[in-house]
């Protein structure tokens, strides 16, 4: 009788010593709690700061695209004046030599006509 009582007694002690160890494992004591708090607060902090990074990083973005786009159209305006220009210059440089061409005919025909002119008047 005296073992069974002092079983009993021992198997409800180590029960109750296993329990009271676990139980003291998952409670959380108010600074734990109060450090997880500030650092959920922290945490949500650094993500607003983080998306309002992101979206002036986006809207920064947008004006350098808007402005590479007016460069963009700029060159392209210019690159088509370049080429217009050169264009121009070749048709005119065509024009030049076509003129010095007929220059030279006329003034072969003029030697000719002197030329026909002296030869009848000495005749």
Known sequence: ???KTLLITL????????????F???TQTKQETKTEQQEAK???KADRER???????????KVDARVAKANAKEAKRIDKEAAYAA????????????????????NKQAKK???ATEK???N
Do not use: I, P
């Open 51 to 61: 998306l309002n990074d992101a979206s002036d990083l986006r809207k920064d973005t």
């Open 11 to 22: 198997l409800t002690g180590t029960l109750a010593f296993a329990s009271t160890h676990a």
């Open 1 to 3: 009788m005296k073992n």
């Open 113 to 115: 006509a002197a030329k």
């Open 24 to 26: 003291a494992q998952t």
């Open 87 to 106: 264009k121009q210059a070749k048709r005119a440089s065509k024009m030049e030599a076509k003129a010095q061409r007929n220059r030279a005919d006329a």
């Open 120 to 122: 009848s008047n000495n």
């Open 42 to 44: 922290d945490r949500a």
